[in-house]
Structures are given as structure tokens and as C-alpha cells.
């Protein structure tokens, strides 16, 4: 009996857990939810009307493209991109797509007429080029990440691409920027030393950046990394200030779903300034940035918009240009439209569609020119407050949740506002519009916005007419 009751005991208890189990498993996804909801600090955003910040920066009007085709690709997007108002292009491959070296018996012959083509559809956008110098032609290597078989051809390439792009007597165009290669740690997995030193690269191409003869103003730089990496920021940095060689800007990319890797990059950058306060001088560019380096669905999605508007708000003050990779897709081999390709215009072929990103860009274009200080966001919810010149106050916010999961109901608090009659808007970043009217005794205003996950909301505070 004693043993009957101890067995019955155990398949007892080995039913209990069976269905401890099952209602586990069924609940983990709740549970695991419930956990990372309580650890996140929701939002609760302050703005303080009166107190301005300065002219607020907008580092992001800045655009990529990088190698979807031999030749050609940002002609077709002219009209699309001109509507974008961006301030500079950054180009790659401009030596390996465009048969723009040859050499015979006389030395290196150069035929600019297809990256022209390219460059004057930068010009036709409003935008002035950012041009990598990138990669090898098969006039100076077999491979085109190879090392030059005779650097004094890589020295005269870099001098007649700036005579004709930057030369009074050429192209004459002002203000280029000149990038020393793309990727060098991933595209032809050159170090800091060995056979494949990229400071010897760089070395050599602002020799050749010396050399040009009659041209305007540019910018010349490195060494557009694959992410940032202190050592290699460093290393162009001392070789710069012991051989004395050009260096205007450093560079470097980033592609990271977690928005607080751009902030991240320039702390590191803060420590290497500290230990060389000359660094500070120098421009700081992420020439290619985005939500993933491979393929990612979420391209072609909203998520890509909320990261993008997330992402900006850690660069404000800290990045003077970030190049928004990448203009246009390539064609999927498979024939898809959407094939969570980089691009914010869809392959020519497939009708140069626009998605959520490029919309962002429209979306985030009537930000005002004056910050407004801005207090209270939380793990989810980003927000930036600013004032328009015409005066009106506006408040965007996104809530970033890469996991498409959080909602949240924000408290907005408007302070030392202007009393008197005033229109409120919330617009829904490809959603409806919202208006009212309100009438501000003691200057403050305070409302609840509910945000889906990924969602964006511009708030505007507007005098009443």
C-alpha cells in the first residue's frame, strides 16, 4: 500500500509538471514580454518653449549610393532625389564601374564621360558629390581590392580626380569631398601594417591630393571603415600629423539596429579626442549608415523609418554628416519589387518606388531650425523638440521597437508657452491628421499621444489665426 501511494504520488507530481510545462511554454512569450515591458523606462516628455539650444543640425541630408550596377543608376532618380533636398552624395566604385583608366605604352589614359554622367546627376539633384576613391582599375591591378602595382600610378589617379572634379579649368566644382577607399578592413581586408597597409594607401593618395594643380576647395579623408574602430581612427590620425599629410574629416560607417550605437561611436571618438585634442578639428562623417549591413526585410518597412528618425536623434551635435545608405536598389535575381534590398527607391525596372524611409525624408524635412530643450524620453520613445522660423513649436516622436511590440501612452507637457489661442496638430507619419483648437491661460499645455509600435507623430503648436 505504502508503495502503491508512493507511485501515485509521482504520477501525480509527472502530471503536475506535464502541465506545468504545456501552460509554460504557452505563457513564455508573455512572460518573457511582461519582463522587458517592466524593465524599459516608459516616456514622459517635457519641453520648455522658451529655452532655445542653438540652431539645430541636420546631419542626415546626406545620401549614398553604392554598387547595384556597373554604371548609370542615379540618372533615372534625379527628379525623386531632387525633392529630398540633400546637401551632399556620396559615390563609391567611381574607378572600377566607369572605364575611367586605361594605359598603353605612353602611361595611364583617362575617359571621365560615364562617372560624369553620374557626378552631373548629383549636380541635377541640388547636391554637391562625395566621392570614395574606390576601387582599383584593372589598369593598376588584376583585383580590384588589390594593392597598386606601382604607386605612383595611385598617386597620379588621385591627382587627375581632383583636377577634373575640383579644377577651375574642368568640372569646377566647389567644395568636393574625397574619401580613401570604401570598407578597406572588409574589401580587401587591408591592416595597419603587412603587405596590404592601408596607411600606405592613404599615404600615397594625399600625396596625390597634394599634386593637383589649380583646383577650388575640397575635402580629403578616411578611411571609412566598416564600423568605427579607434585603431584605425587613430593610426590615419598619427601618420597624418607625423608625415604631415591632408586629412579634413574621418570616417567611418555604421550600420546597427540599436539607435545608441551612433552615440556610442562618438563617445569612442570623445576618448581618442581627449588623448589627441587635434581630432576635434577634424569633421566627423558616418559615409554610409542603416539598420543592417545585409539584406533585411524590415527596408521595406516601417521599421526602417522609426529607426531612421530614432537614429537621428543620436547625432544631433555629435556627427557633421551622415550618408544614408543607399539611394536606389538593385535588382533582385529572383524578380521581386521588395527583397529587403537597402535602397529607398526601388530598382528603375520596378518603378522607382518610393518606401517608408524615403517618405521619412520628406517627413522630417519642415523641422524647425532652433532646438527647444527637451526632457523625458525613455527606453522606447525618442523625441525632439524644435522651433520653426514662421513659430511654431513642434514635438516628433517615435516610438523604436525593432521587436514590433511596444505601445505606449506618452505624457506631453508644453511649458512657458505664450498664452492665448492656440491650434494643436498631430500628424501620423503615413497616417491621419488630427486638429484643435485651444485657448492657454498659463502658458502650459499637456495632452496623452498613443504610439503604436514604430509609429511617429509630429506635434505642432501653432499661434491660432
Known amino acids: 500500500m505504502i508503495y502503491l501511494n508512493l507511485m501515485a504520488k509521482q504520477i501525480i507530481g509527472l502530471v503536475l509538471l506535464l ?37 539645430l543640425p541636420r546631419p542626415w541630408l546626406n545620401l549614398a549610393q553604392g554598387g547595384e550596377s556597373s554604371a548609370g543608376m542615379l540618372t533615372a532618380t534625379v527628379d525623386k532625389v531632387k525633392a529630398l533636398e540633400p546637401e551632399y552624395i556620396r559615390l563609391d566604385h567611381i574607378y572600377d564601374f566607369y572605364n575611367l583608366v586605361s594605359q598603353d605604352s605612353g602611361g595611364l589614359r583617362f575617359d571621365w564621360t560615364k562617372l560624369d554622367t553620374e557626378v552631373d546627376a548629383i549636380l541635377a539633384t541640388g547636391a554637391k558629390p562625395f566621392l570614395s576613391l574606390s576601387y582599383l582599375p584593372s589598369a593598376l591591378a588584376d583585383n580590384v581590392t588589390d594593392a597598386p602595382g606601382d604607386w605612383n600610378d595611385w598617386q597620379l589617379l588621385v591627382t587627375r580626380t581632383i583636377e577634373h572634379y575640383s579644377g577651375i579649368n574642368q568640372k569646377n566644382i566647389d567644395g568636393v569631398y574625397y574619401e580613401v577607399w570604401n570598407e578597406p578592413d572588409l574589401f580587401g581586408g587591408w591592416k595597419l601594417n603587412g603587405a596590404k597597409n592601408y596607411l600606405t594607401l592613404y599615404e600615397n593618395a594625399a600625396q596625390g591630393a597634394a599634386a ?93 523609418a522609426a529607426h531612421a528618425q530614432a537614429s537621428i536623434g543620436e547625432m544631433f551635435n ?91 501612452t506618452v505624457p506631453v507637457t508644453i511649458k512657458n508657452l505664450t498664452p492665448g489661442p492656440k491650434t494643436i496638430t498631430i500628424e501620423r507619419f503615413n497616417g491621419p491628421t488630427q486638429t484643435k483648437k485651444a485657448t492657454l491661460t498659463t502658458g502650459t499645455w499637456v495632452d496623452n499621444v498613443t504610439l503604436n509600435s514604430n509609429e511617429l507623430v509630429r506635434l505642432t503648436v501653432a499661434p491660432a489665426l
Open 19 to 55: 502541465v506545468g510545462l504545456v501552460v509554460g511554454l504557452g505563457l513564455s512569450k508573455q512572460i518573457t514580454k511582461f519582463f522587458s515591458e517592466a524593465t524599459g523606462q516608459p516616456a514622459a516628455i517635457i519641453v520648455e518653449a522658451d529655452q532655445t539650444q542653438g540652431r
Open 212 to 304: 593637383a594643380n589649380n583646383v577650388l576647395a575640397f575635402k580629403f579623408g578616411g578611411p571609412a571603415t566598416s564600423g568605427f574602430y579607434p585603431n584605425w581612427i587613430e593610426g590615419v590620425f598619427k601618420l597624418s600629423e607625423e608625415k604631415n599629410l591632408r586629412l579634413d574629416f574621418i570616417s567611418w560607417h555604421r550600420y546597427s539596429l540599436k539607435e545608441k550605437d551612433f552615440a556610442d561611436d562618438v563617445e569612442n571618438l570623445t576618448k581618442l579626442i581627449a588623448r589627441y585634442p587635434r581630432l576635434a578639428l577634424k569633421e566627423r562623417i558616418v559615409s554610409e549608415w542603416g539598420l543592417d549591413s545585409a539584406n533585411n526585410p524590415a527596408y521595406d518597412g516601417q521599421l526602417a
Open 318 to 408: 555629435l556627427i557633421h554628416k551622415a550618408f544614408m545608405f543607399e539611394i536606389v536598389d538593385g535588382l533582385d535575381p529572383n524578380g521581386k519589387n521588395y527583397w529587403g534590398r537597402f535602397g529607398i527607391l526601388t530598382h528603375p525596372e520596378k518603378g522607382l518606388t518610393p518606401k517608408l524611409r524615403y517618405q521619412w525624408f520628406d517627413w522630417i524635412k519642415p523641422l524647425g531650425t532652433t532646438r527647444i530643450k527637451l526632457s523625458g524620453e525613455g527606453s522606447w520613445v525618442k523625441a525632439v523638440a524644435a522651433l520653426t522660423d514662421a513659430g511654431s513649436l513642434q514635438v516628433y516622436l517615435v516610438n523604436y521597437d525593432p521587436a514590433g511590440n511596444h505601445f505606449e
